[in-house]
């Protein structure tokens, strides 16, 4: 029997695969990235900024979700590559 996995963001927000999240690079700053694999604790976020498109595993609470449209006018006026 397969059981759904549900996940909540820092803001309580539910958050499944494919969500795009801001989430921590290191103690001062963030990255974007894709939620690419839930798992029974963590979830799995790709990189979207970068030269590197690493993926790593952080808790649900360590994320924050945000809508395309924010991500899209930050990629535009900071040029992210």
């Not at 996995?5 to 963030?30: A, C, M, W």
Request: hydrophobic letters at 35%; zero cysteines.
């Amino acid at each position: 029997m397969v059981h759904k996995i549900e996940h909540k963001d820092f803001l309580s927000q539910s958050i499944s695969i494919g969500d795009i999240v801001v989430r921590p690079d290191n103690y001062t700053n963030f990255k974007l990235g894709k939620i690419i694999r839930l798992t029974k604790k963590m979830v799995r976020v790709q990189n979207l900024t970068g030269k590197k498109k690493a993926e790593n595993y952080f808790y649900p609470s360590a994320v924050i979700k945000v809508q395309p449209q924010q991500v899209t006018l930050h990629m535009l006026t900071y040029q992210v590559k």
